[in-house]
Nanobody
């Protein structure tokens, strides 16, 4: 069973940066695509970014394209989400996902 643990969230001002980490256990990164989702209060969970290590491909939602970068460290089994130029609308709980497995999330709050 795949287990996911997110970390790296916090409070930043508009324009700031954060790097989220998703530690993956129970699988190597090259078997599955790993995705980041987020959920803001009162809103549905939405996909933010996804990486397929095996196929060397990435995906970004339009709302984060050019500001967020997803990457993977195969040796440490960690997926990162580098978030730059953060906006208040990026405030949400960010979750890591592999197939049907979810982490508990990490809170990102961007103040204006």
């Amino acid at each position: 069973q795949v287990q996911l643990v997110e970390s790296g969230g916090g409070l930043v001002q508009r324009g700031g940066s954060l790097r989220l980490s998703c530690a993956v256990s129970g699988s190597t990164l090259d078997y599955y695509s790993i995705a980041w989702f987020r959920q803001a209060p009162g809103k549905e969970r939405e996909g933010v970014s996804c990486i397929s290590v095996n196929y060397h491909s990435t995906y970004y939602a339009d709302s984060v394209k050019g500001r967020f970068t997803i990457s993977a460290n195969n040796a440490e089994n960690i997926v990162y989400l580098q978030m730059n130029s953060l906006k208040p609308e990026d405030t949400a709980v960010y979750y890591c996902n592999v197939l049907t497995s979810w982490g508990r999330g990490t809170q990102v709050t961007v103040s204006s």
